[in-house]
């Protein structure tokens, strides 16, 4: 008999010797050199004077000291708690790094646990390994980026969704509202999440009056929790903001992505005209102009092409979004090109396999509809701005699930055919 649960250790200790390879090879040189570095910088500026801000790589430099609300305050609050302990030098960076890492391997237990206990021990090996020698999540795992500790903390969500569902307990229920509330805090994107759970506990045939008091629950944590963070914004900028308003340029560079989108000025013209108009425009009133401006050009592309917008923004962009790749520092001497050729079985296998785990087998078919729909909502979310392959790191995991699940509803049918009488 093979001793399945003994194997997960060996694949996390497998993801650890490659990350800490890549750490000691690479060292402090592994960056960006953008977001990475901003939220480094970020994090040293709030402990330095208790203001959270953060600007982007290509941003005006008077947006230096500016209280964002570009960002969620996850990831500076996280590397500011580490810099506090380690201090902002070398050995700080270090040590983010490390806790970095050990953040992505919580998320490749957590994927192991989801995989088990919906599809069965094979399946969650499958997504576990796949997910520990994935290049690009052994370099994001080297990065001080949002994406390794929102992958985590979505995968803990999804999982403790599929238990609360099952199982019906309060401490599922308490994690699974735990971990919303993390991943909140590091991408507001996760928002909306709740409606495609709502859709899956209809399915699941959950008790109307619990779900109901557990979304009073819901609702009064996220007043406690996010209260402070409204109350910040409003102070600094006389409005409610809810999460974040740092989507005006991200929605802009969307209106100039796909086929058919108005051209008459491009957007490095574009984007140098508001500056020359709005010259003393503070970061989020900065945003704001590029929202209204972003708007204004969809309006202008649905009068004029509305087959276009549609087809850019219902196609094209899913499928920018999940066949492009974040690998942007070569490691390892893999080269790009291999790791697109990857990434592409990846997705082709992880839709495959979702498919005939949905054709061969009878049980937990609610399960794969649940992670097809959560992996749904956020290529609609996503493909709402500009898209590429980073936005798709932190759901390459239920991508690899889809894999597992695949592979072990093919051996079972195997084993039932090889073996009538069973």
């Given amino acids: 008999m093979i001793r399945w649960p003994r194997w997960i250790g060996w694949v996390i200790l497998l993801a650890f010797v490659l990350r800490i390879t890549a750490l000691m090879t690479y060292g402090l040189s592994l960056t960006l050199h953008s977001d990475d570095q901003g939220y480094v910088h970020s994090a040293i500026r709030l402990l330095q004077t208790g203001t959270l801000t953060y600007r982007g790589p ?19 609050f996280l590397l500011a708690a580490i810099f506090w302990l380690f201090g902002t030098g070398t050995v700080g960076v270090y040590a983010a790094k490390i806790a970095t890492i050990l953040i992505g391997l919580a998320g490749i237990y957590g994927i192991y646990l989801l995989g088990r206990y919906c599809f069965g021990e094979a399946a969650g090996l499958i ?11 052994i370099l994001t795992d080297n990065l001080l980026l949002t994406e390794t500790p929102f992958m985590t903390s979505l995968i ?162 899913p499928i920018i979004l999940w066949g492009g790749t974040f690998y942007w520092i070569e490691i390892f001497r893999i080269s790009p090109e291999t790791v697109v050729v990857l990434h592409h079985l990846a997705v082709v296998g992880g839709v495959a396999g979702g498919l005939l785990y949905l054709a061969l087998n009878r049980h937990n078919r609610g399960e794969m509809l649940f992670i097809a729909m959560v992996l749904g909502y956020f290529t609609v979310v996503y493909s709402v701005y500009f898209v590429f392959g980073r936005y798709n790191v932190a759901e390459m995991p239920l991508v690899f699930l889809g894999i597992g699940a695949g592979a072990v509803a093919v051996r079972r049918c195997v084993r039932i055919w090889g073996h009538p009488s069973q």
């Fill in 58 to 76: 290509s941003e005006p430099a008077r947006f230096e000291l500016d209280p964002t609300v570009k960002i969620m305050p996850g990831q500076p």
């Fill in 127 to 137: 997504a576990a390994l796949l997910l520990a020698v994935s290049v690009e999540q």
């Fill in 156 to 317: 803990y969500l999804v999982y403790f969704s599929v238990k609360v569902a099952s199982k019906r307990k309060p401490v599922y229920f308490y994690a699974l509202l735990f971990f919303y509330l993390v991943a909140l805090f590091f991408k507001a994107t996760v928002a909306l999440y709740p409606l495609v759970l709502f859709v899956y506990l209809l399915f699941k045939r959950y008790p109307f009056p619990l779900m109901i008091r557990q979304a009073a629950i819901t609702l009064v944590a996220i007043l406690v929790v996010l209260g402070p963070w409204w109350v910040r914004n409003y102070v600094h900028y006389h409005q409610f903001i809810p999460l974040t308003a740092g989507d005006g340029n991200p929605l802009l560079m969307g209106t100039y992505q796909g086929v058919g989108y108005p051209n008459h000025e491009p957007l490095s013209a574009l984007l140098q005209r508001l500056q020359t108009e709005y010259p003393n425009a503070d970061s989020f009133t900065w945003m704001q102009v590029q929202k209204e401006v972003a708007v204004e050009r969809l309006r202008e592309w649905w009068q004029s092409s509305p087959g276009s917008l549609l087809y850019s923004y219902l196609l094209r962009k």
